[in-house]
T-cell receptor, first 118, second 114 residues
Framework: AQSVTQPDIHITVSEGASLELRCNYSYGATPYLFWYVQSPGQGLQLLLKYFSGDTLVQGIKGFEAEFKRSQSSFNLRKPSVHWSDAAEYFCAVGLPMYSGGGADGLTFGKGTHLIIQP | NAGVTQTPKFRILKIGQSMTLQCTQDMNHNYMYWYRQDPGMGLKLIYYSVGAGITDKGEVPNGYNVSRSTTEDFPLRLELAAPSQTSVYFC?????????????FGEGSRLTVL
């Protein structure tokens, strides 16, 4: 069965410091990969996604992520965090149709709560 | 642009009561989803729909029902509410099949069952 692991439940980073949030997946094939952000009291917003091609993808709000097939990872990075980045971050994966994926959406990790210190 | 709209935002139910969470989207998306979010557990799929008149169970469907009479609306019905259904519920929609398209989420409905 497919699974998504976000090893860090909480991460605290000082404002202006760099950030890396980890995501590992277990799938039979290379899935589509996503990072979503959830601000307090809000729904989830897509930060970026990887389908194929260049393994370094750029997203909104200055975020980027790198797909590493050998490590089954899709880590999210930002060079310099801002206080407004404090939120919950979710990694999600899904199988493309050509790999047997269905219409039942994505599998989400349990999330990483990002705290920004002034 | 309204996107995905959920109502109510907050609700308190007594054990055994029933209620319907409303979800509507104005993006003409065929695919719609209901998730529940529990602390530290991520999002779990309850039900999904690939178009009007078609629904299917997700990972945690017990205690819930859905219908999809129109493309726009995808209500979630809770029958005989139980404390285990205390959660935040998110409705989402997608233009393409789940893994191939971005999910657009509503702002959530926080339900407490006492």
């Amino acid at each position: 069965a497919q699974s998504v692991t976000q090893p860090d439940i909480h991460i605290t980073v000082s404002e202006g410091a760099s950030l890396e949030l980890r995501c590992n997946y277990s799938y039979g094939a290379t899935p589509y990969l996503f990072w979503y952000v959830q601000s307090p009291g809000q729904g989830l917003q897509l930060l970026l996604k990887y389908f194929s091609g260049d393994t370094l993808v750029q997203g909104i709000k200055g975020f980027e992520a790198e797909f590493k097939r050998s490590q089954s990872s899709f880590n999210l990075r930002k060079p310099s965090v801002h206080w407004s980045d404090a939120a919950e971050y979710f990694c999600a994966v899904g199988l493309p149709m050509y790999s047997g994926g269905g219409a039942d959406g994505l599998t989400f990790g349990k999330g990483t709560h990002l705290i920004i210190q002034p | 642009n309204a996107g995905v709209t959920q109502t109510p935002k907050f609700r308190i139910l007594k054990i055994g009561q029933s209620m319907t969470l409303q979800c509507t989207q104005d993006m003409n998306h065929n695919y719609m989803y209901w998730y529940r979010q529990d602390p530290g557990m991520g999002l779990k799929l309850i039900y999904y729909s690939v178009g009007a008149g078609i629904t299917d169970k997700g990972e945690v469907p017990n205690g819930y029902n859905v219908s999809r009479s129109t493309t726009e609306d995808f209500p979630l019905r809770l029958e005989l509410a139980a404390p285990s259904q205390t959660s935040v519920y998110f409705c989402a929609s997608s233009k393409q099949q789940g893994a191939g398209g971005e999910l657009f989420f509503g702002e959530g409905s926080r339900l407490t069952v006492l």
